[in-house]
């Protein structure tokens, strides 16, 4: 009896096993795997002419994917909360950034001094113990200890002016840090875009210049005798902004002369040359030009040239200008030769002028 | 990497949004651009849905911008518009749907880089069947797909690799450590043959084979396309190559005497001094128990033997 069982056991065990199908995949050339992307790339040569390509797309997929779940079940496998986890490598295939890489961060000009120095931030803390209102205050921000809005007296000191506002003080010399830092803040952003600096604006540039050029040239011309009184400076140069007048020929000039005149046109009129406008002339033969190249790459659109197409007019694409806001550039070179063009900033050769002082 | 700009954010939340937008070392996830042209059928409409909001994309990429208005521009002729909406929305991939008699059934797939158009590829749908129309159960929500791409032209043509590249970047979905082995469920199909490509959906069904690794079968979940290849427009090997470079700090530093042998098991090397084996703790026995007298002379060596160890600590803390 218990004979019979086990071999009726090992019976249905062998057909079990046997019902399995197989999870090996044959395939003429290697697939390659990239298991960080959960990819697989099947280079063979597929047969979807036959009438059933809907089976067959379907097969060459389940054979790709246990190829692919094969190579994944070899992975190190851990166990997380009753889940089995497999870690992926790195993904092999390279894909495009999104964004260019991010460049590095330029330093500010107290950076710059600080690195030098080597001077190096120490940290504090954010919350400081406000003894008069007992409790822990922030060092800055909303509330902070020592704020200038909470001062309801401030002691006049001795030899100061006793009818001063101090608030309005206090008031205005907290707007001019925070102008000044602003200013600093521009010029250190210009200074990264590499634009010239000057000492007393946040940046300047050369079109400013013909920008004040043109608008003195307007300005002189608008009053109600079209600029005829405006007075220029001594030794001004000349504006080339400010347009040019037309000159004709005088109407009433000697016997001879006129004579002249018309003995020069009968003389053209009689040599039979065309006379030739050099201008007009190389205007026409440049104009024929565009019209040709602008025919000629709408025929190539039409044409459908796929590749050319795809590589062409890509050259300039990234080519991008560095934009300010108009307003804020500073305008001139008019300090150019101030004493504050000096290798350190404004506050640090402050502190140089102190020194020598000293 | 901060924020360069001369108009400074005015608030808080605004700055971060910047912060976001901006390019950096390990980059966010790709998000995709959807929008219908200035006449769509609803076949694209409906496959521009499917095939990117359905279950199978959707949670892919983190957010979808679905512009359901009519966008009048025609990304093979002009790219600003489609490059504004991508910088605005702050999308790199874009998917473009649009009919015309010319052009039936268009859909155009591109991805930027930069602001600009990288690679863009025209198709034409030539058979659409819906997810609606297959039967049984659809995948999960959230699942990371396996990618396959069958076809010699992935091979030997660099355009076609171009494009399946392209693919990878749309359907790949967030880089990830781990997976569940159980929770791989979905299968993306992409087949080429000739000017053709097929697109596949199918669910996984993992079935007992006698072994460790299961035998898969698959069961169609749809959405099918078969897709013809119409105009194409990539980008220069050179600035493809920019695309790809990536920043030093990006790789990951190279540890040293740490390595992992082929049984996931950790190995380290470690550099020691050498022992000093007089110290060493052995069976402790009444004979040799130290004796008062005896000690005196031990602590004038001991203190001998310590005067060398701060130097050999200093050389283990070096090696390690």
């Known amino acids: 009896m218990a004979n019979m069982e086990v071999a009726k056991f090992e019976e249905i065990l062998g057909s079990k096993a046997k019902n399995f199908k197989s999870i090996d995949v044959q395939k003429a050339l290697d697939v390659e795997v990239d298991a960080g992307n959960l990819a697989i790339y099947d280079p063979n040569m597929l047969d979807l002419a036959s009438k059933n390509t809907e089976e067959s797309l379907k097969a060459v997929t389940r054979d790709n994917v246990q190829l692919l779940l094969n190579r994944l079940w070899e992975l190190p496998v851990e166990r997380r909360e009753n889940v089995i986890i497999v870690k992926l490598p790195e993904p092999t295939t390279k894909l495009p950034r999104e964004k260019a890489v991010p460049k590095e961060k330029p330093l500010t000009k107290w950076q710059q001094y600080a690195k030098l120095k080597g001077i190096k931030n120490t940290k504090k803390g954010r919350m400081l113990w406000d003894p008069e209102a007992k409790e822990w205050r922030p060092r800055w921000g909303y509330n902070r200890i020592n704020s200038e809005k909470e001062k309801w007296a401030i002691e006049v000191k001795e030899g100061a002016d006793a009818f001063e506002d101090p608030f309005a003080k206090l008031k205005k010399e907290k707007q001019e840090r925070v102008a000044k830092n602003e200013l600093q803040r521009l010029r250190n952003f210009a200074r990264a875009r590499k634009m010239k600096v000057s000492t007393d604006g946040p940046a300047s540039s050369a079109p400013a210049k013909d920008e004040i050029l043109k608008s003195l040239a307007v300005t002189r011309r608008s009053d109600a005798s079209m600029g005829k009184f405006s007075e220029t400076l001594p030794k001004e140069a000349k504006n080339k902004f400010s347009g040019r007048k037309r000159k004709f020929e005088q109407n009433n000039v000697s016997a001879a002369q006129e004579k002249q005149r018309h003995l020069d046109i009968i003389s053209k009129l009689e040599s039979g040359q065309a006379v030739l406008d050099v201008q007009k002339a190389t205007n026409a033969v440049m104009n024929a030009e565009d019209q040709a190249r602008a025919n000629e790459t709408h025929d190539s659109k039409d044409m459908k040239k796929r590749k050319t197409a795809g590589k062409s007019g890509k050259k300039g694409q990234f080519g991008k200008a560095v934009k300010m806001g108009k307003g804020k550039t500073g305008k001139g070179k008019m300090g150019k030769g101030r004493v504050g063009k000096g290798k350190m900033g404004k506050g640090q050769m402050g502190k140089g002028q102190m020194r020598k002082r000293k | ?320």
Request: glycine fraction near 6%; proline fraction near 4%; aromatic fraction near 8%.
């Open chain 2, 1 to 320: 990497m901060g924020l360069q700009r001369i108009v400074q954010p005015k608030t808080q939340r605004g700055k971060r949004a910047l912060e976001h937008k901006e390019p950096k070392i390990h980059e966010n996830i790709k998000t995709s651009l959807l929008l219908k042209g200035g006449n769509t059928s609803l076949l694209v409409t409906q496959v521009l849905k499917e095939l990117f909001r359905n279950s199978v994309f959707i949670v892919i990429h983190e957010s979808f911008f679905v512009f359901s208005r009519k966008n009048i521009t025609r990304p093979f002729e002009d790219q600003n518009s489609l490059e504004f909406f991508s910088t605005k929305a702050d999308a790199s991939l874009f998917a473009f749907g649009c009919h015309s008699k010319k052009r039936p059934n268009n859909l155009i797939i591109g991805r930027m880089f930069d602001g600009h158009v990288l690679d863009m590829v025209e198709f034409g749908i030539e058979k659409f069947v819906s997810m609606l129309e297959f039967k049984g159960e659809k995948c999960v929500f959230g699942v990371k797909p396996c990618l396959v791409f069958s076809g010699q032209a992935f091979e030997q043509d660099s355009e076609y690799q171009r494009i399946r590249n392209l693919f990878t970047d749309f359907f790949k979905g967030p880089v990830v450590d781990n997976v569940r082995l159980a929770g791989l469920e979905h299968v993306i199909s992409v087949t080429a043959s000739g000017r053709k490509f097929y697109i596949r959906n199918y669910r996984i069904l993992l079935k007992k084979s006698g072994s460790r690794t299961p035998r898969v079968e698959l069961e169609d979940m749809g959405p099918s396309l078969d897709l013809v290849m119409r105009r194409t427009k990539l980008a220069s090997d050179d600035l493809f190559r920019r695309a790809l470079k990536q920043p030093k700090t990006a790789k990951p530093r190279k540890i040293k005497n740490i390595s992992h042998d082929a049984f996931g098991s950790k190995l380290g090397r470690i550099h020691m001094t050498k022992q000093d084996l007089s110290k060493l703790q052995t069976r402790k026995m009444k004979g040799l128990k130290k004796r008062p007298f005896e000690s005196s002379g031990e602590a004038a060596e001991t203190s001998g033997t310590e005067t060398t160890s701060p130097v050999a600590k200093k050389a283990k803390q070096t090696a390690t």
